[in-house]
């Protein structure tokens, strides 16, 4: 999904990238998870139940703003 747009702040120019989380060996990008309260993990497959998108994150150039998609 690409999603041009301007900064709602100061309608500076936005550029597309992702937040990466360091908390691993390797760094991997966030992703949004549906549900309330902690992750839910599965027993069989050590992986997390509910439904996960990966986040993109358009920062603006001018005054650092994020706006982030989980699409
Ligand atoms: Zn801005």
Known sequence: M??????PKCSGQ???GFVIDNG???P???EWTAGA???QWSFWTGKIKS???QITTYRCTKCGFLE???G
Do not use: D, F, H, L
């Not at 690409?2 to 900064?7: F, G, L, Q, T």
């Open 2 to 7: 690409e999603v041009k747009s301007n900064c």
């Open 37 to 39: 309260g902690p992750p």
């Open 24 to 26: 691993y060996r390797v």
């Open 14 to 16: 936005m550029e597309q």
């Open 68 to 70: 982030s998609y989980a």
């Open 28 to 30: 991997i990008v966030s």
């Open 51 to 53: 439904v996960t998108r």
